[in-house]
């Protein structure tokens, strides 16, 4: 079993930077891929971005590429997403997610959630 929590949401003005943390309890982190996901009102929760059990591989939503980056610390058992250049469409609540296994751009497949942590842009 992995628990999840996000942290380092928070307003932020277009153009600014924030980095999210996600901090996951339980035995086994380092062999999990890891996501990050979000949900902007109204709409379906999305892919951004996705980051291998050893850190060498990662993938992002075309939305998110070349301004967000995911890395993690395993022995903190931790994942980082590194969000610069925000948009006022990056407005979401931002989740990060666990699967043993490659990475995916599919949330079906991630077994482990967090609660969400909550990133505004303003304009």
């Known amino acids: 079993q992995v628990q999840l929590v996000e942290s380092g949401g928070g307003l932020v003005q277009a153009g600014g930077s924030l980095r999210l943390s996600c901090a996951a309890s339980?035995?086994?982190?380092?062999?999990?891929?890891m996501g990050w996901f979000r949900q902007a009102p109204g709409k379906e929760r999305e892919f951004a971005g996705a980051i291998s059990w050893s850190g060498v591989s990662t993938r992002y939503a075309d939305s998110v590429k070349g301004r967000f980056t995911i890395s993690r610390d395993n022995a903190k058992n931790t994942v980082y997403l590194q969000m610069n250049s925000l948009k006022p469409e990056d407005t979401a609540l931002y989740y990060c997610?666990?699967?043993?296994?490659?990475?995916?751009?599919?949330?079906?497949?991630?077994?482990?959630w967090g609660q969400g942590t909550q990133v505004t842009v303003s304009s």
């Open positions: 339980g035995r086994s982190f380092s062999s999990y891929a």
């Open positions: 997610a666990g699967k043993l296994g490659t990475v995916s751009d599919y949330q079906t497949e991630y077994r482990y």
